[in-house]
């Protein structure tokens, strides 16, 4: 059978991307096209018809949304998941698999009283042999603001939460404002002038933070590579990390509100409690915001999103001879070689511009 490329280029001829099934007139805006769209088995994909979405938000309006693929749209309303999107076999295996997809919402911690000496913390080991086998160890982390300066614009972070992958808390704290405090913004935080009288300094909290992250692996190594460090998980980790005065690697962070899967068409971050509604199917900060349960629901988040099963389509033989000699490919000038290229060669030779999530898992085989 002849390739796309070896066809006669006649006035009726299309290039369709073998990705997102966009047509173009000439072989040269197909490439422009590769350039700029990163198209990879990495991204959200249509269980039904496979074409590849930017965003799990374009591949819902690919599937549910005003104007909706009429095919896909149909056999995904009566075989598909509205919360995680994937197609299953049957209707019947699609309320069972709803039964495990629908996850409960976490009991708040709610806010009591407790001076810095009764901080909970907790620091559970991670050998060598566990970072082999499940990939990286993730911590989740939270912060509750207050407000200081003049009109109380400024966050100050009065109350701190960590959890590990199985929700276990590994430390809780008020933390001690570095300025005095002139907006408790009570009906969000729920924190009053009480709650933060005998709270932790800044340092200690800055300290058994970095215990729990560095996991005893020495500075230098986690810069470089982690080691055993873990990774941190959190939603606007740069705001968290800025109003706790601390900086972590950014290799090892892992942000909800950055993972361009999880953000709008236009890269536009959502609401954690929009995600949570949508990907996780319950609601949370309907009242104060519980450190503990935006914790759970941002490490929710990430598994699901790490467990993730990306099929590798790639002819490697192809991939690595065209890798080989251009390791950035469309950025490698090669125009006219680039045009040789059938569809399905450009883009096995394609790759993200983000860090697939999947890529953390190692031989994890938890699923949630």
């Known amino acids: 059978m002849e390739s796309q490329s070896d066809l006669p280029t006649t006035p009726s001829t299309r290039h369709k991307c073998s990705a997102c099934y966009k047509q173009y007139k000439k072989k040269e805006h197909l490439v422009e096209h590769m350039k700029c769209s990163f198209h990879s088995v990495h991204q959200p994909r249509c269980g039904v018809c496979k074409k590849h979405c930017k965003s799990f938000e374009s591949l819902r309006e690919h599937l549910s949304g005003p104007l909706p693929k009429a095919k896909c749209s149909m056999i995904f309303s009566e075989q598909g998941c509205y919360l995680c999107l994937k197609l299953l076999d049957s209707p019947s295996s699609l ?9 409960p919402a976490p009991v708040p911690l709610g806010t009591v009283d407790m001076s810095y000496t009764e901080s909970q913390s907790g620091v559970s080991d991670l050998n060598d042999d566990n970072l082999i086998r499940r990939g ?11 407000g200081g300066g003049d009109d109380g614009s400024l966050d100050l972070c009065a109350r701190v939460c960590l ?24 009906e969000v935080t ?17 300290d058994k933070i970095l215990q729990i992250l560095y996991n005893g692996e020495s500075v230098g190594r986690v810069r470089v590579v982690g080691g055993k460090a873990r990774l941190l998980v959190g939603h606007s980790l740069e705001h968290d990390l800025d109003c706790l005065r601390m900086s972590y690697p950014d290799h090892l962070l892992r942000d909800t509100a950055n993972y361009r899967p999880l953000m709008k068409t236009n890269l536009v971050s959502h609401s954690l409690k ?19 349960e935006d914790c759970v629901s941002v490490m929710r988040l990430y598994k699901r999103m790490r467990n993730l099963k990306h099929q590798e389509s790639i002819e490697v033989s192809f991939a690595t001879r065209c890798t080989e000699y251009f390791p950035d490919v469309f950025g490698s000038g090669k125009t006219k070689e680039l045009e040789m290229m059938t569809p399905d060669e450009l883009y096995q030779v394609s790759r993200s511009n983000y860090k697939c999530w ?3 898992q190692g031989q994890n085989t938890d699923t949630n």
């Not at 509604?277 to 450190?291: A, C, F, M, N, R």
């Open 95 to 103: 309320d069972e698999h709803k039964k495990i997809c629908r996850l």
């Open 136 to 146: 990286p160890e993730a911590v989740a982390i939270d912060c509750e603001m207050v």
């Open 163 to 186: 959890i590990d992958e199985d929700e276990n808390l590994l430390f809780h704290t008020y933390v001690q404002p570095q300025i005095p405090v002139t907006n408790y913004r009570y």
């Open 190 to 206: 729920g924190l009053t002038e009480e709650h933060l009288r005998n709270s932790m300094p800044l340092k200690e909290v800055q």
């Open 274 to 292: 929009y995600l949570t509604q949508t990907y996780l199917g319950y609601e949370i900060q309907s009242g104060t915001h519980d450190p503990y």
């Open 358 to 360: 999947c890529l953390d």
